[in-house]
C-alpha cells in the first residue's frame, strides 16, 4: 500500500489584505462564471422561442381559418329561421322569490347571529348565501301560476 503524501507546507501564510483579495478574486469569477451561463440560457430560450414560434402562429391562423369556413358552410346550408315564438311570461311569484332570496343573502351577514347555533355550525354564512340565491327562484317556479287559456264562447 503507498504511503499518504504529506501536503506541502505553506512557505508564507497570506497577510490579512492578501486573503481578503483573494477572495474578493473569487467571487468576482464566480459572479462572471454565473453571468456567462445566465447569457447562454437566456441566447438559447430566445433562440428556441423565435425558432417555434412561427408553428404557434401558423396553427393559430389554421384554427381561425377553419372556424370561418365551417361557420360560413353552415350559414350557407342552415334551414330557414323558424317563426319567432312568444317568449314564456315569468310568474310574479318566480320575480318575488327571487328578489327575496337576493335581499335574504345580503342581509345574512346581519341575520346569522339570529339564526339557531346548530345551523351556525354546520354552515358557513357564503354557502347559505348561495343556496338561498340559488333555491329562492326555484321555490319560485314550484308555486308559478299556470296562464290562463282563453275560453271558448
Given at each position: 500500500m503507498?504511503?499518504?503524501?504529506?501536503l506541502?507546507?505553506?512557505?508564507e501564510?497570506?497577510?490579512?489584505?492578501?486573503?481578503?483579495?483573494m477572495?474578493?478574486?473569487?467571487?468576482?469569477?464566480?459572479?462572471m462564471?454565473?453571468?456567462?451561463?445566465?447569457?447562454?440560457?437566456?441566447r438559447?430560450?430566445?433562440?428556441e422561442?423565435?425558432?417555434?414560434?412561427?408553428g404557434g402562429?401558423?396553427?393559430?391562423?389554421?384554427?381561425?381559418?377553419?372556424?370561418?369556413?365551417?361557420?360560413?358552410?353552415?350559414?350557407?346550408?342552415?334551414?330557414?329561421?323558424?317563426?319567432?315564438?312568444?317568449?314564456?311570461?315569468?310568474?310574479?311569484?318566480e320575480?318575488?322569490f327571487?328578489?327575496?332570496?337576493?335581499?335574504l343573502?345580503g342581509l345574512?351577514?346581519?341575520l346569522?347571529?339570529?339564526?339557531?347555533?346548530s345551523?351556525?355550525?354546520?354552515?358557513?354564512?357564503?354557502?347559505?348565501?348561495?343556496?338561498?340565491?340559488?333555491?329562492?327562484?326555484?321555490l319560485?317556479?314550484?308555486?308559478?301560476r299556470?296562464?290562463?287559456?282563453?275560453?271558448a264562447s
Amino acid at each position: 500500500m503507498a504511503e499518504p503524501r504529506p501536503l506541502p507546507a505553506q512557505a508564507e501564510e497570506a497577510s490579512l489584505d492578501e486573503q481578503i483579495a483573494m477572495a474578493e478574486r473569487a467571487v468576482i469569477a464566480r459572479d462572471m462564471r454565473i453571468r456567462r451561463r445566465t447569457d447562454a440560457l437566456v441566447r438559447r430560450a430566445r433562440h428556441e422561442a423565435i425558432k417555434h414560434a412561427g408553428g404557434g402562429l401558423l396553427l393559430g391562423l389554421g384554427t381561425v381559418a377553419l372556424t370561418w369556413w365551417l361557420s360560413h358552410l353552415s350559414r350557407r346550408n342552415a334551414p330557414p329561421p323558424a317563426p319567432e315564438s312568444r317568449a314564456p311570461e315569468h310568474s310574479t311569484f318566480e320575480h318575488l322569490f327571487r328578489d327575496a332570496g337576493v335581499i335574504l343573502a345580503g342581509l345574512l351577514p346581519m341575520l346569522w347571529p339570529l339564526l339557531p347555533k346548530s345551523w351556525r355550525r354546520g354552515v358557513t354564512p357564503n354557502t347559505a348565501g348561495t343556496v338561498l340565491t340559488f333555491l329562492a327562484p326555484i321555490l319560485g317556479k314550484l308555486f308559478r301560476r299556470k296562464p290562463r287559456e282563453p275560453r271558448a264562447s
